[in-house]
Each structure stands twice: as structure tokens, then as C-alpha cells.
């Protein structure tokens, strides 16, 4: 079965940072990229951030460029997403996603974790 495991949230005053993990099972992990989406109360699901798969380039959204970095860990079948300088509009349950290649569409991507939730306090 394939699956993917948020863990990482929780509650940080602005400012502060977190770091969100991203473990996966069920399949081949090398051949898939890996997303970041995050949705809050009332908005879409917005893509976050990104890296791929064949050479491992990563990808932000300009909401989050310069504050959250992406990174991988093969050997660990896991990747992660460090957040710092948060902002309250950074609340959000986080989700991480598989596909075939990134993209900011969250219809693009086949397996899903259970998200995390990060509430980032003013």
C-alpha cells in the first residue's frame, strides 16, 4: 500500500520556524516527485513547494521563496521541508504529494498523505 506521512506540525509564533517531514512507502521513491500543498480555512489548496525526481530541482512559491527551504533523503525515503521566518498567514494544513513531475496543480499528483497542521501564532 502506498503511503505517505506528514509529521513536524504544530504551534510557533511568528517568526519562529518548523520543520515538516514527509515519509513515504509502497513505492519506488526516486522515480516520483515530491510536493508540498497547503490548505486554510476558505482558500484552495496551494502548491508550495517541490523537488523532482530525475535532478532533484526544487521549486517555491513566491509566497514562501527565501523563507522555506526543500530537501530529500533517498536513503531514508523521506523528504522535508524547513520553514522559517513563519507568518500567520502560513497557517495551514500541510500536505505532501507524489506525482510524475512537479507542478503547482494539486490535480497532477497521484497519492496523498493525511496532512499535518501548522498554526503559526501573531
Known amino acids: 500500500e502506498v503511503q505517505l506521512v506528514e509529521s513536524g506540525g504544530g504551534l510557533v509564533q511568528a517568526g519562529g520556524s518548523l520543520r515538516l517531514s514527509c515519509a513515504a512507502s509502497g513505492f519506488t521513491f526516486d522515480d516520483y516527485a515530491i510536493g508540498w500543498f497547503r490548505q486554510g480555512p476558505g482558500i484552495e489548496r496551494e502548491g508550495v513547494s517541490c523537488?523532482?525526481?530525475?535532478?532533484?530541482?526544487?521549486y517555491y512559491a513566491d509566497s514562501v521563496k527565501g523563507r522555506f527551504t526543500i530537501s530529500s533523503d533517498n536513503a531514508k525515503n523521506t523528504v522535508y521541508l524547513q520553514m522559517n521566518s513563519l507568518k500567520p498567514e502560513d497557517t495551514a494544513v500541510y500536505y505532501c504529494a507524489a506525482g510524475s513531475g512537479c507542478s503547482s496543480w494539486y490535480f497532477e499528483y497521484d497519492y496523498w498523505g493525511q496532512g499535518t497542521q501548522v498554526t503559526v501564532s501573531s
Open positions: 523537488i523532482g525526481s530525475i535532478d532533484g530541482s526544487t
